[in-house]
C-alpha cells in the first residue's frame, strides 16, 4: 500500500507561537570583615548595592545573626529582594557561596536548569523576597573553606521571565548589515583618503566626508562657513593618539573597539581608563553615541578605584546619568571607605568640593531606601528555606503565610 505523500509547505499558511523565556543577570557581593559584622542582631543585615536585570532592581540582603530571633543566631540567612516597584514578577534564582581554595567546591543553591513543580517564583510587590533563613549554621561557615581571610564572596543569578510572541513573516530573509564592517575596511586600508591627522608623534588618515557625517564638529571644520573644504592636514592637540585612533575606529565601525586593536597586544593602559579618554573625546566632537556608549560602559566597569575618576568626567562633560549612578555607587556604605582613600577622590575633593555635598545627599537618601525597604513586614516575603546543610526543602510563603514545601 503506498504510503500518503506528506503535503508541501503552503506560502499561504501562517503560524505562531509564544516564547517564555529568563532574562538572566548576576552580581557578587563580597563581605569584609565578616567577624566583625556579628552580633548586629536578628533582622539586621547588610545589603549589596542594587543591581538590574530584566527590567527590575534587585538587592542581596545578608543577615549575620539570622532573619529570625527565634533561631537565637545559629544560622546566616540570604535572601534576594525586589528593590523596584512591580507587581507578580517571576523569576528564577541561582546563590553561590564561594569556595575561596582552588578545590572550587561552592555551594550552589539553583532553580535553573531543573523542573520546577509550581514553575517560577513570584514576588508581589517591592519589597518581596526569595532566599533561605537558614542558609548556613554559623559554627560550619566559620571552620569552612568559604572564609577566607575573614571574607565571604557570593555570586547571586536572577533570571526574570519574559514572554514574547512571535509570528510567521514570508518573504526573503535579510542578514544583518555589514556597513560598519565595510567602512572599518575602508578606513584601514586608506583607500581614498584626504585628510591627514597629526596628533603628536603619529598620523592617520582619514576622509573627510565620512567624518562630516559623524561628526558637527567636523562638518563646520571642513564644510562650514570658516571651513576650509581643501583642507589637507590638522594638528590634534590635547588628546592621545591611541584615543584619536579609538575615536576614528568609532566613526567608521559605531562600534567601541578593544584595546588591543589601538594599543597592541601589550596595551600601557585598562580598557576603563581608555574608556574614560574616549569619553571626553567623544564630548569634544559632539559624537553623542559614543558619549552614551562610554557612559554605559563605564557603569560596568566601575569600582572603587576608579569611581572618582569616572565622575569627575560626569561633572565635566555633563553626563547625568553616569554622575547619578557614580553617586549611588559612592555613597554605599561598602564603598565609601576604600573610595575615600583614593588618589582620584582626593584629586576630587580638592577640585569640585561642591560635590562632596552632592555625595552627603546621596549618601541620606541611600540610607532612607534601604530603610524603607526594611520596614515592610516579614509576612510579606514571598520565599523562606530550610537549612542547605541538612538538605531541608526549600519553602514558599504566599502573603497568608500558607506553606507550601517544594521538591528541590
Not at 159 to 175: A, D
Not at 325 to 341: E, H, R
Amino acid at each position: 500500500m503506498e504510503e500518503p505523500k506528506e503535503e508541501p509547505w503552503d506560502s499561504s499558511s501562517s503560524w505562531s507561537r509564544s516564547v517564555s523565556e529568563t532574562v538572566n543577570g548576576s552580581h557578587e557581593l563580597t563581605i569584609k570583615g565578616y567577624s566583625l559584622s556579628k552580633g548586629m542582631g536578628a533582622g539586621r543585615y547588610i545589603t549589596s548595592d542594587t543591581f538590574s536585570v530584566g527590567g527590575y532592581d534587585w538587592a542581596v540582603y545578608f543577615y549575620p545573626d539570622g532573619k529570625n530571633p527565634e533561631d537565637n543566631s545559629v544560622y546566616v540567612s540570604v535572601f534576594i529582594a525586589l528593590a523596584s516597584e512591580g507587581t507578580d514578577v517571576r523569576a528564577l534564582f541561582k546563590l553561590t557561596l564561594l569556595d575561596q581554595t582552588s578545590k572550587g567546591n561552592h555551594k550552589v543553591h539553583s532553580h535553573f536548569d531543573r523542573p520546577l513543580e509550581s514553575g517560577p517564583y513570584t514576588l508581589k510587590y517591592r519589597g518581596s523576597m526569595w532566599g533561605y533563613k537558614r542558609f548556613f549554621k554559623r559554627s560550619v561557615l566559620e571552620n569552612s573553606e568559604y572564609l577566607k581571610d575573614d571574607c565571604l564572596v557570593m555570586h547571586c543569578t536572577v533570571g526574570v521571565v519574559k514572554t514574547r510572541f512571535e509570528r510567521s513573516k514570508h518573504g526573503v530573509v535579510v542578514p544583518a548589515s555589514d556597513m560598519g564592517k565595510d567602512f572599518k575596511d575602508l578606513f584601514e586600508s586608506q583607500v581614498g583618503c584626504d585628510i591627514v591627522f597629526k596628533v603628536k608623534s603619529e598620523c592617520f588618515k582619514a576622509h573627510k566626508l565620512i567624518l562630516a557625517a559623524r561628526s558637527p564638529v567636523f562638518r563646520a571644520q571642513f564644510y562650514g562657513l570658516v571651513g576650509d573644504p581643501c583642507l589637507e592636514e590638522v594638528v590634534v592637540e590635547d588628546i592621545e593618539p591611541f584615543i584619536f585612533k579609538a575615536m576614528l575606529l568609532f566613526i567608521y565601525s559605531d562600534k567601541i573597539p578593544e584595546i588591543y586593536e589601538v594599543m597592541g597586544s601589550i596595551p600601557m593602559c585598562s580598557y576603563t581608563v581608555m574608556v574614560q579618554h574616549l569619553l571626553a573625546a567623544a564630548d569634544l566632537y559632539n559624537l553623542d553615541r559614543l558619549k552614551m556608549l562610554c557612559e554605559s560602559r563605564l557603569c560596568e566597569e566601575m569600582n572603587t578605584e576608579t569611581v572618582a575618576t569616572t565622575l569627575s568626567l560626569a561633572e565635566q562633560h555633563h553626563c547625568p546619568q553616569l554622575k547619578a549612578i557614580c553617586l549611588k555607587f559612592i555613597a554605599n556604605s561598602k564603598n565609601l571607605g576604600a573610595v575615600m582613600q583614593s588618589e582620584a577622590f582626593l584629586h576630587l575633593k580638592d577640585s569640585c568640593p561642591t560635590m562632596l555635598m552632592e555625595l552627603l545627599e546621596m549618601f541620606a537618601s541611600v540610607d532612607h531606601s534601604s530603610s524603607l525597604l526594611l520596614s515592610r513586614k516579614r509576612s510579606v516575603s514571598s520565599i523562606y528555606g530550610q537549612d542547605l546543610t541538612d538538605g531541608g526543602a526549600a519553602e514558599s510563603v504566599n502573603p497568608n503565610s500558607r506553606r507550601i514545601r517544594r521538591r528541590t
